[in-house]
């Protein structure tokens, strides 16, 4: 399927991530997590409102009770847009001044998932962690290299995962009613040339949209046979994250990066860090919300 790519935002973001459609709001939240800075692309006016956070932010998501929560360099925290205030939350690497927060989402019962990595992006010393209503935090997979994107299927049983470094997307069977996960298993296999896996949405068929860094594309994955089904190529190359967006969630919004490019790579390149968006042909689910 031939599918049209428009530039929505012409930003040079070194790390842009964290894309998230808010329903009620009607626009996407995503950012620059090597900037500090939070945006807030509105497609009806074109804005793109930015809020600087002070602090390198992985990842954004709505939450239930008002505002925003964030996953912040000095841990979980929760943001009201409307004052620009940060209430820091649970900080669970203060010993880990190496690592950053990257991706991360809500599962269906809005738990908030989010995970770490590196700086220097070469080491296992990231971490999956889940954040609960109730504020506490519990470290869910350890030995990780670049936590990125994360998922759960529409009958909320299987949760897919992305360590960009395993070039993989792993499933686990999930609990819902209490956010266990077991059973790990590799169901898509990136092979060489296509990038590494990164950020990953999952479509009304429950198909995973996955964002390849140094892959200039967002694929579509069939993780029961493993299988592309779709590929979405972009100017640019290194694909950050996707989000399912608009009135009936048939806008796909994608992110990308301008770090790692060398001068040469970004004159070829310029648009590289933009916001994109582009029509996959099918439609998402939507995000789920922080529920503390
Ligand atoms: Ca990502």
């Given at each position: 399927?031939?599918?049209?790519?428009?530039?929505?935002?012409?930003?040079?973001?070194?790390?842009?991530?964290?894309?998230?459609?808010?329903?009620?709001?009607?626009v996407l939240y995503?950012?620059?997590?090597?900037?500090?800075?939070?945006?807030?692309?509105?497609?009806?006016?074109?804005?793109?409102?930015?809020?600087?956070?002070?602090?390198?932010?992985?990842?954004?998501?709505?939450?239930?009770?008002g505002g925003l929560m964030l996953a912040l360099y000095n841990g979980f925290a929760a943001f009201d847009p409307a004052s620009g205030k940060?209430?820091?939350?649970?900080?669970?690497?203060?010993?880990?001044?190496?690592?950053?927060?990257?991706?991360?989402?809500?599962?269906?019962?809005?738990?908030?998932?989010?995970?770490?990595?590196?700086?220097?992006?070469?080491?296992?010393?990231?971490?999956?962690?889940?954040?609960?209503?109730d504020l506490s935090v519990h470290k869910m997979m350890g030995n990780i290299a670049i936590s990125n994107g994360i998922v759960w299927t529409a009958d909320k049983k299987t949760m897919y995962y992305i360590?960009?470094?395993?070039?993989?997307?792993?499933?686990?069977?999930?609990d819902n009613a209490t956010g266990n996960i077991a059973n790990e298993r590799v169901v898509v296999t990136v092979e060489k040339g296509m990038g590494g896996p990164d950020g990953m949405a999952i479509d009304a068929e429950d198909m995973l949209w996955v964002a390849h860094y140094g892959g200039s594309c967002v694929r579509r994955w069939d993780p029961k046979s493993g299988k592309v089904l779709d590929q979405i190529d972009l100017p640019v190359s290194n694909i950050t994250s996707c989000a399912f967006g608009g009135d009936d969630l048939s806008t796909l919004y994608i992110t990308s990066a301008a770090q790692q490019l060398s001068a040469e790579a970004l004159a070829k390149t310029p648009l590289a860090g933009s916001l994109f968006r582009a029509n996959p042909g099918v439609k998402g689910v939507p995000s789920f919300a922080f529920a503390g």
């Open positions: 399927m031939n599918h049209d790519v428009t530039l929505l935002v012409d930003i040079r973001a070194q790390v842009g991530e964290g894309a998230i459609w808010e329903a009620q709001k009607k995503w950012l620059d997590i090597l900037s500090s800075e939070l945006y807030e692309y509105n497609p009806t006016t074109g804005e793109n409102k930015t809020y600087h956070v002070g602090q390198h932010v992985g990842t954004v998501v709505p939450r239930a009770s940060i209430t820091m939350i649970a900080d669970p690497e203060a010993n880990l001044p190496a690592n950053r927060f990257n991706d991360g989402k809500c599962d269906p019962a809005g738990r908030f998932w989010a995970g770490t990595m590196a700086y220097t992006h070469q080491s296992t010393q990231g971490s999956l962690y889940r954040l609960d209503a360590d960009t470094h395993a070039y993989n997307v792993r499933a686990y069977d999930y």
